[in-house]
């Protein structure tokens, strides 16, 4: 007779919610419990109404064309209703004015210099400097990390600047992987933060060469949908997931933080709010900081770097704005900022009820702003009030707003999105195989490991589920 196994998984955001759903769902062998420092599961992931509809406070979108999400939102019945954005476009705030941005970008490297000529948004030496790219025959980047062999991981700023120029960095690849973490692109590990990119400098000396190569190889079809939503909001991924762990009789505890972990002969103990809870193993899907916590005593090498993970806070904020107040058409999915254009206050806007048809309204759009990123805390300083009033001069600015919105709603998101600096994936690396050696048994995944989107954290979630023992 096989003896059943106990896995307690801490923490019930996306990542712990599908580890422990993957396990409710084909370890029959296996006892599940799930506890949770907070009162509320899904962690980042937040819907709730504004303006007569429900419109997410965090992620309200996933990738299309990477498996995870979609697999997960089949699992749980949910493919029938998933939407695409009703705009493929987008602008970026660069140059005094909004300008949309080419087609060919890849994670902002541009591969169609025409449309990039066209665009308006890099000047004539920005065309020169970055069409350089397309003769080199040489590697002029290996003492950064980039050859042909794999190269040790450097900054995405220090790879497109050298390859590309100040220019095509800080006004097109800048403004939308600073954005995703809420960071620096030119301190954002290239591995980790745009492995895409990546790939392609190991394969040529030109990088729009190579990125050109892997959309031929790719076969794409145009029309596939980029990304993913649901109508009714992110949140419903992480509600039914706890619906079906409800329905297999396993237990999610709500505000019941791990004071600590300690070390049996054959077991671990966790001490919680409800008492000693014991458990084969542990899959800790919580933020660094908490995890090296609780990792201190029984993993304390990893622990100590661990700790060390940046993180940025950041807020975002939902408006209602009359229509009639706009003085630019809603006709993309909303803009970026430049590095070389910085707002006093807003880093991005999307323009939700042009972006998602369920969002649209004859009278009223909602704008999802964002505020706030690594080493700047000006916006999370400001009151609820104050943020609304300042990012209001900036949408002035930009869009020509000129009336106050009709209702606004501020989510803050604090200490929330982890800082992927070159070398991030060794030092991953390096945490999970010290865990292992040093606490076996105990496994660590989430957004500060693998990647922030809903596809790398269900992926971090599944994954933890299979190497249960």
Known sequence: MTSRRRVVVVGAGITGLTAAFTLATNRPDTDVVVVEASERVGGKILTTP???????CGADAFLARVPEALELCR????????TSPAQKSAYVWVNGGLHHLPSGLVLGVPTDLDALAASGIVSDDGLARASQDLTRTEWID????VDPDGADDQSVGDLIRTRLGDEVHEKLVSPLLSGVNAGDADYLSLAAGAAQIAVAARTSPSLITALRAQ???AQINPETPVFHGIPVGTQTLTDLMLARLTQADVPVHLSCPVASITRGEKTWTLSTPLGPITAEEIILATPAHPTARLLETIAPEPARDLASLEYASAAMVTLAISKKSLGVPLDASGF???QTDPLPTLTACSWASAKWAHLDDPEVAILRVSAGKHGDTHALDLDDAALVA?????LETTMGINAPPLASRVTRWIDALPQYRPGHPARVAS???GVAAEAPGIHIAGAAYDG???PACIRQGRQAAAAIA
């Open 452 to 454: 922030l989107g809903l």
């Open 75 to 82: 699992e749980l019945g949910l493919q029938t209703i998933l």
């Open 390 to 394: 300042a990012l209001s001069i900036d």
């Open 431 to 433: 945490w999970r195989s």
């Open 142 to 145: 290996s003492a950064n990390g």
């Open 50 to 56: 504004f303006a007569g509809r429900p419109v997410d």
């Open 215 to 217: 959309s031929t190889a």
């Open 336 to 338: 970026l900022v430049a």
